[in-house]
């Protein structure tokens, strides 16, 4: 395995755990890379993974927004070659939906979910533009 050593820090994200006095837990999040860097976020969950959980999907959203806000790309723009072939490009594209089900089991919550266009309907889309070359891990 290779170790990769970066020649300078482009910015740090801190997380702490804290027990709370009810069982459940919160996670807290503060950022060197927000525009807020005193700003530190609140994030509460039935385990110390489910806050953990929400913590990072809600700081992953915001960054999702703000990597795709940043490249100002045209919805409906092509790039046409010289020869007047569309140039197809690379995207990394990211469906994000969740909702707080009231069912009789899991199985239920999950096949309720599934139903019908909601997820699509309510899910956040992000569409990154992204280089050839560059490896991205799917979940």
């Given at each position: 395995?290779?170790?990769?050593?970066?020649?300078?820090?482009?910015g740090?994200?801190?997380?702490?755990?804290?027990?709370?006095?009810?069982?459940?837990?919160?996670?807290?999040?503060?950022?060197?890379?927000?525009?807020?860097?005193?700003?530190?976020?609140?994030?509460?969950?039935?385990?110390?993974e489910?806050?953990?959980?929400?913590?990072?999907?809600?700081?992953?959203?915001?960054?999702?927004?703000?990597?795709?806000?940043?490249?100002?790309?045209?919805?409906?723009?092509?790039?046409?070659?010289?020869?007047?072939?569309?140039?197809?490009?690379?995207?990394?594209?990211?469906?994000?939906?969740?909702?707080?089900?009231?069912?009789?089991?899991?199985?239920?919550?999950?096949?309720n979910?599934?139903?019908?266009?909601t997820?699509?309907e309510?899910?956040?889309?992000?569409?990154?533009?992204?280089?050839?070359?560059?490896?991205?891990?799917?979940?």
């Amino acid at each position: 395995m290779t170790e990769i050593k970066p020649d300078r820090t482009a910015g740090t994200i801190a997380i702490d755990v804290c027990a709370q006095s009810n069982g459940q837990y919160l996670c807290q999040i503060s950022s060197s890379l927000s525009d807020r860097p005193d700003d530190t976020m609140n994030f509460y969950g039935q385990t110390k993974e489910h806050a953990i959980a929400i913590a990072l999907e809600h700081l992953a959203s915001r960054y999702r927004q703000q990597a795709e806000e940043s490249q100002n790309i045209d919805w409906d723009a092509v790039e046409i070659s010289d020869s007047g072939e569309p140039i197809e490009k690379r995207y990394h594209v990211i469906l994000h939906y969740e909702r707080i089900a009231k069912d009789e089991s899991k199985f239920e919550a999950m096949h309720n979910t599934l139903l019908g266009n909601t997820v699509v309907e309510m899910g956040k889309l992000s569409i990154i533009e992204i280089s050839p070359d560059i490896p991205i891990q799917r979940l």
